[in-house]
């Protein structure tokens, strides 16, 4: 965990007074079994810990937040993860370049194609492998697409938090289906594409699906139209977020939080203009940065990002140069590079998305690693959460946006 | 003495001694409202329509809310009691007032001259009247007891709201050390 | 003013409400046993065993190379190559399971497959009663004939129909020179009845074998063709180890 | 219904009682046969028997047929509800369940009865460490509290099941328990996430409850009667032949009946004040404990209480039973009740289809900071509106326009203040 305030906790958590017909409360929630009560000043009743999760409607998974409640503000919360830990890293020096490809689908399974395009890039780094043009398009294409996917469903899940009954989600979910329809059509797979190759991509983009991607491109902004007009100016929704959830731009920094959430607390720093990698420098686009830091900017620099990506892939449309997807020199078997190491990363839709390899001349790496950015951006929960309520906690969880396979790899 | 006036009682009564012997609170508190809902049937019974709803309205629906957030925010000890060192003090103390009320509501009773009907149909109070009076005859008493209430509203906020400079979203103030006890 | 966002909000609300009694865009749902949305051409699910011919177990178009074996990340695969009562392999999987609980459909085993033996079905709705049923796929169950793989993609298998039919051609034409060179070589041999394997090779696979070929008995797995024998009827073998790799580099385990 | 059966096995029962009970439902000349239907139907069954019997059959048929009635409303709205969340949100909705073992789907009419034979048949689990019998109480109290609500409400012309005095008091007074109820069950659960929902809902409900009841004062105070039917009285008769005296066409009138129907969602723990069990924070808050049939009781008075809260609105604010134009009377009153009712529960549902959830300290402080400020601001409004009620000609004009000033006014200036601390924001680019 990160350097956070440190608050003291007014004896040790137990269960709010008159609560329970005996004076110990036996929690089957809570660790520990029982608690004891403890005595604390005269007008303060006692602290409730509450377990939320691992199962528990709005914890996107299976994480768990044990909260320490003073009344309904969290005086502490501590994080837990890793119940979806299933040795990715491992797995990952045990398998093959190649056979990596297909399990950073499963980090981030709503940003496959981002994942897959992170690792590649680092293979290709490792073993010097350029790429066709016409792949680093389609890379761009798909990865906004991704981006568009990722803070589409964000927008959604967020709105599900505060409890708007599904709609602002299933609103969400209809354009989503869209994309996913096209990576279905595409990589023959909805989630799991598993697309990139080392110097190069398996599919080549048919004409009639560029059109496809281009109408959604181009239709995509009458959505957000909707979207902003059914809950954005909303006022319950700017009470909920508005203020809640404040992460200051040193902690941001310090903790080392990438994406959104780092471009919301009004740090300048997007990947894409930092490393210019691919093509991104041949585009025209800009950063949405936010002045609070807090869960309504996070949310509407994911939108305003939506938007910019929209620009994108209409540049990238009307630039697309024809050629092949796949460097001739391609291994697609026997790939061995030369010893070495190399990180990759680039912008996912969640932030700084790395992959770092030491290959030892082998087939398969010596040393694999991720740099997840959800889990990263997951450190500093508690910072944001303290003293705010539980519902708010809800939420704050809700604008980190996370994916638990790769909280937890 | 009807039937229904002995079960009424009965429920009342019943209610209100066995809230005083429990020992949960919680049981204690809706076995109080329990109570309360019985002398609203207590009204009704005597055809008192109008004061019947009223005392289910702010007793069941209003005071009750109050009484069980007491219970709940109010720290449960069983030695409370037993070991505070002004025991006996307030023992007095709640002899004093309990037995003042009862004197007052004695001397009330006795004193007030209440005829006893011989016909099997009491008087009946229309809604109307009953505002009428409220607000004809009997408007000073109404008053003083608004005011009264008005200024124990406005202490009560006084009270609560001292103490209570910290702005939100601030994290609560250490106060004391972390120090974890198990047991 | 207080509220107007919420106006706004059941605007929106009530325009979708509408919208979705004559709004095709608004009203998305696939109603699925009914109504079946069409599978795009890519679409992948999990793989099968393609065969040529009729026969199901002797026309698979697998070696038992145990490339994909190898490469299949979830290692999901389990082949026992087949062998002949002498030992040698046939070039022939004896045992080819695919543990579907354990697959993850990545594609990574079709496109390491030198002999577009294996690729993806599109078979989705495969839901058993019993929790048990059909998680671990044998050979028999595996092997689809390559008319459901034209079936399901029929782009691909146009392209990979032509791609084996010209490497059958080529691989043919050598096989021919070399009985040639070594009828030339040995003047007094025989005139065997060698099938001349003139004929054009179909674009559609769905026909029987085009080239009678019998399996190599030679031990080793290199992709050369090894001499025709004379003795071998056409009409019942069908066309396995196609010599060619035209895709990748070196096969070999 | 049980002050009837209360009333009756005491002998000393007083006329004033007996005679608001004995009288349900009679016919008043010059209705249409239509309109009398209920009466009619109910007289063929009960006509032959002695008077006694009579009485008591005619209450027992009122019983069944509102509580018939509303158990058929209550699986309906279920459905409609889920239908036009589903519409709302671009999906179907249930549309499957049909008559069983044919192939009919009847628009996934069946629903409600799939979902009631689930209920029923489901495990009834009660935790071990419960408070076992107050576990079991609360639905019941819940369920008991709600239905008690129906017995004032006017259905119809004539159609009230207990003409009481003071019934929009009795009305409030039995509503008022369904918050113990909520509170024992979120208690008893010995779940904390029940027990934070609990101390949610006594929160929410004691912040509610005033301005729900300061918001129907003004109506009490035009009508000059605490009785529903002479609410409904109070608002018939149209302006001009074709204006309904209606409450809610009046300043005060509307921004009552806008208090009291924000209230009513409060009371009624619906969305966006859905905070006792809101699902993304406390599972199911109160509810997490109970399953099978407990929970379909819970759900079913929650529905109740709803559909009672909406009747209520519809007698205070929409004129009760009447029709909205003078021709539409041919229409049996009974019909234009339940079609103002279920644009006010579809209302409830457009609402919940959209709004996200407040937080409980937003909930307390939107009621004691905007709600009942501005109920006392509408008393002050109605009672303006009373006291120039002989104004006409160009005073009519300005007594109008003094009145929305008396509303608009002050919804701005607080709104304001409420929504000080937050605001759509612009962004900057890098």
């Known amino acids: ?409 | ?183 | ?253 | 219904m049980t002050l009837v059966q209360l009333s009756r096995v005491t002998p000393g029962v007083s006329d004033w009682f007996f005679q608001s009970l004995s009288s349900p439902f009679i016919a008043a000349a010059g209705d249409s046969r239509l309109e009398r239907l209920p009466i009619i139907a109910r007289d063929l069954l009960t006509s032959r028997l002695p008077e006694p019997w009579r009485w008591w059959l005619n209450s027992l048929l009122a019983i069944l047929v509102v509580l018939f009635g509303f158990a058929i409303l209550f699986a309906l709205l279920t459905l409609v509800e889920r239908k036009v969340l589903g519409r709302v949100q671009n999906r179907p909705g249930p549309n499957r369940t049909g008559l069983p073992f044919t192939k009919l789907r009847l628009f996934g009419l069946g629903q409600p009865l799939a979902d009631g034979i689930k209920m029923l048949t489901k495990e009834d689990i009660v935790p071990r460490s419960a408070d076992k019998l107050l576990h079991f109480l609360a639905p019941v109290a819940l369920l008991a509290f709600s239905i008690l609500t129906f017995a004032v409400l006017p259905f119809g012309r004539n159609l009230v099941p207990v003409e009481l005095d003071a019934g929009i008091l009795y009305f409030f007074a039995a509503g008022a328990g369904t918050e113990l109820a909520v509170f024992m069950a979120g208690w008893a659960s010995r779940n904390k996430y029940s027990l934070l929902a609990a101390m949610r809902a006594l929160a929410q409900l004691i912040s509610y409850e005033l301005p729900l009841l300061l918001s129907f004062v003004p109506v009490i105070m035009m009508a000059g009667t605490l009785s529903t039917t002479g609410v409904v009285e109070a608002q018939a008769g149209w302006k001009f032949g074709f204006i309904p005296h209606w409450h809610v066409l009046t300043p005060w009138g509307f921004a009552a009946f806008v208090i009291f129907m924000v209230s009513a969602l409060a009371e009624s723990n619906r969305s966006p004040f859905d905070l006792p069990e809101a699902e993304s924070e406390l599972i199911a808050g109160h509810l997490t404990e109970y399953s099978g049939f407990k929970y379909a009781l819970f759900f079913m008075a929650e529905y109740f209480g709803m559909c009672a809260l909406s009747a209520m609105a519809v007698t205070l604010f929409l004129g009760g039973w009447r029709a909205p134009l003078p021709f539409l009377e041919i229409v049996p009153s009974y019909v234009w009740f339940a079609l103002k009712l279920f644009a006010l529960l579809f209302g409830f549902i457009w609402i919940r289809a959209t709004f996200p959830r407040l937080r409980i300290d937003q909930l307390t402080r939107f009621a004691w900071k905007f709600l009942v400020p501005m109920a006392l601001i509408n008393l002050g409004t109605a009672a303006f509106w009373s006291l120039t009620c002989n104004w006409s000609g160009p005073l009519q004009l300005a007594r109008w326009a003094i009145a929305l000033a008396l509303v608009a006014g002050p919804f701005v200036v607080m709104g304001r203040k409420l929504s000080r601390d937050y605001a759509p924001r612009t962004y900057r680019y890098a």
């Open chain 1, 1 to 409: 965990m990160t350097n956070s305030p440190i608050v003291a906790l007014h004896g040790t958590p137990a269960v709010a007074g008159g609560n329970a017909p005996s004076e110990i409360c036996h929690s089957p929630l809570a660790p520990g079994g029982a608690h004891v009560r403890s005595v604390r000043d005269e007008f303060h009743g006692d602290l409730l810990e509450v377990s939320m999760g691992p199962h528990h409607p709005s914890t996107h998974g299976v994480f768990r937040m044990i909260a320490t409640l003073d009344g309904e503000t969290i005086v502490k919360l501590k994080p837990v993860f890793g119940y979806l830990h299933r040795n990715h890293e491992k797995i990952g020096e045990n398998t093959t370049y190649l056979g990596s490809m297909p399990y950073t689908d499963r980090l981030d399974y709503l940003c496959s194609m981002t994942n897959n395009w992170a690792y590649a890039l680092a293979v290709e780094k490792l073993a010097g492998q350029p790429v066709p043009e016409r792949t680093e398009y389609l890379r761009v294409i798909l990865a906004e697409l991704t981006r568009l996917l990722n803070h589409t469903c964000l927008a959604g899940f967020l709105l599900q938090d505060t409890g708007a009954s599904g709609t602002p989600l299933m609103y969400a979910f209809r354009e989503r289906e869209k994309i996913l329809d096209l990576f279905e059509a595409l990589s023959g797979s909805r989630m799991m594409c598993n697309y990139q190759r080392f110097g190069g991509c398996r599919v080549d983009a048919s004409p009639e699906w560029l059109e496809a991607a281009k109408r959604l491109a181009d239709g995509y902004n009458e959505f957000l139209d909707e979207y902003e007009a059914l809950i954005t100016g909303n006022e319950i929704l700017m009470a909920r977020t508005q203020g809640v959830g404040v992460m200051p731009r040193q902690l941001a920094v310090s903790a080392g939080i990438t994406g959104p959430m780092l471009r919301a607390a009004g740090v300048d720093y997007d990947i894409r203009k930092v490393d210019g990698y691919g093509v991104y420098p041949r585009f025209n686009f800009r950063v949405p940065l936010g002045d609070h830091g807090d869960t309504y900017d996070r949310y509407m620099i994911r939108v305003l990002e939506m938007r910019e990506s929209i620009e994108i892939l209409r540049q990238a449309f009307a630039q697309l140069p024809s050629g092949p997807i796949m460097d001739p020199k391609a291994k697609i078997r026997g790939f061995k590079p030369k010893p070495g190491e190399a990180y990759g990363r680039i912008e996912g839709p969640k932030g700084e998305i790395g992959f770092y390899l030491i290959s030892d001349g082998g087939a398969n790496p010596y040393r694999y690693r991720v740099r997840p950015p959800s889990f990263i951006n997951l450190t500093v929960l508690e910072d944001m959460c303290l003293g705010h309520s539980i519902a708010d906690a809800v939420i704050i969880l809700g604008s980190i946006d996370i994916v638990l396979g790769e909280v937890d790899r």
């Open chain 2, 1 to 183: 003495m009807s039937i229904a006036f002995l079960i009424i009682a009965l429920v009342t009564l019943g209610s209100a001694a066995v809230a005083m012997s429990l020992r949960n609170l919680i049981h204690s508190a809706l076995l109080l409202i329990a109570s309360w809902a019985g002398i609203a049937a207590f009204y009704l019974w005597a055809g008192a329509e109008f004061v019947a709803f009223a005392q289910l309205l702010v007793y069941v629906g209003a005071v009750s809310m109050v009484v069980l957030f007491a219970v709940l925010l109010t720290r449960q000890s069983r030695v409370d009691m037993a070991i505070a060192p002004d025991a006996l003090r307030r023992i007095v103390a709640a002899l004093l007032a309990g037995g003042a009320t009862l004197g007052v509501l004695f001397g009330a009773v006795v004193s007030a001259p209440l005829p006893i009907a011989a016909s099997a149909t009491p008087v009946t109070v229309s809604v109307r009247q009953m505002g009428q009076e409220l607000m004809g005859t009997h408007a000073a008493a109404l008053l003083i007891v608004g005011a009264l209430l008005t200024v124990a509203l406005l202490g009560a906020i006084i009270l609560a709201s001292t103490g209570r400079e910290d702005p939100p979203g601030v994290a609560p103030p250490a106060v004391a050390p972390p120090t974890r006890k198990t047991s």
């Open chain 3, 1 to 253: 003013m207080l509220g107007i966002g919420l106006l706004k909000g059941l605007g929106v609300t009530a325009k979708n409400l509408v919208g979705s009694f004559h709004d095709p865009a608004r009203l998305v749902t696939t109603e699925y046993p009914e109504q079946r949305t069409k599978l795009p051409e890519n679409y992948r699910n999990f793989p099968f065993l393609v065969y040529d011919g009729t026969a199901a177990i002797d026309g698979l178009r697998c070696v038992a190379c145990k490339i994909c074996e190898v490469e299949c990340p979830p290692q999901c695969i389990y082949i026992i190559p087949d062998r002949d009562e002498k030992g040698r392999p046939t070039k022939k999987p004896k045992v080819f399971d695919i543990d579907i609980s354990v697959c993850m459909s990545c594609q990574i085993c079709v496109e390491v497959c030198p002999f577009d033996a294996i690729k993806m079905d599109q078979q989705y709705e495969i839901a058993e009663a019993d929790r048990f049923d059909r998680l671990l796929l044998k050979r028999e169950a595996l092997a689809k004939p390559n008319s459901y793989y034209q079936e399901i993609h029929p782009a691909e298998a146009a392209q990979v129909d032509a791609m084996l039919a010209e490497a059958r051609r080529k691989a043919d034409a050598k096989a021919k020179a070399a009985a040639e060179a070594a009828a030339a070589k040995a003047a007094t041999a025989k005139p065997g009845a060698a099938n001349p394997p003139t004929r054009p090779p179909a674009p559609s696979g769905s026909t029987p074998a085009t080239a009678a070929m019998k399996p190599a008995t030679a031990a080793m797995p290199e992709p050369a063709v090894p001499p025709v024998q004379p003795t071998q009827t056409p009409a019942e073998n069908s066309a396995t180890g196609n010599p060619v790799a035209p895709k990748t580099g070196t096969p070999g385990a």
